[in-house]
């Protein structure tokens, strides 16, 4: 297993968790100047450990892929969203493996267990407080969306706050594909089910929060790169530090 610093700049290697997970609060505490308490940085630091290894899926880029085919998260699809999550979703940025999607929802939380997160986003998904869509190629998930409602998001609740209700709108959050089917049109899949399905959800709008700055990393796009909402007729809103809020009507 493995832990590697928020800011990339020390990894550590081992087979005992608990011993990493100390030089890395010492690594912290040496270089860097943060709030976080010893004990967030540890427990962030467990997280990453134990994603380093849960997270076993391939992370090849494959030269080409198959048909996508794109199913909501119903009760009977929560299983292949798991196995998505526990193992697909970032092997190759074990830093993730805690997210689960629930950040969007949460807001600016402190470090939480990863199990935590995922037992309280398996209840979302089955309450219908969390709804997305799973991209599946030849039979396997390739690819998430969380496409909630912008009312149950308290990291975008100060968003164009004089616009339309929050509940009349679909928040295209987070696109999460699995490392052999970036770059093969998961994420346009994804989105134009989105947008195909927003009616009938009783929304009035979909919007995007693409990242303003794109460095071309396949982890700074995990909002929607701005060129695919371009395509499809979105507008800018606003513009916030980090992204631009954009929108179009269903």
Known sequence: MWIECFDKDARFEGDEMESLVEQLVDHVRATHDVPYPDDEIRLAGRNFAEASVREDGPVERLASIGRVEVHAVTDDRIDDWLGFFDRDAFP??????????????????????????????????????????????????????????RSTYAKYDDVDREGPAPDTVVGVSCFIVAPPYRRHGVSSALLDRVLADGSARGARFVEGYPRREDTGEDSESFCGRQPMFDARGFAPVEEHDNYTVVRRQV
């Open 92 to 149: 190759d940025n074990p830093d993730w493996g805690s997210c689960y999607c629930l950040d969007p929802h949460a807001g600016d939380t402190p470090e939480r267990p990863w199990r935590d997160v995922r037992a309280e986003m398996i209840e979302r998904l089955r309450s219908g407080a969390t709804l997305g869509y799973l991209a599946y190629v030849d039979g396997r998930p390739a690819g998430w969306v969380n496409a909630s409602r």
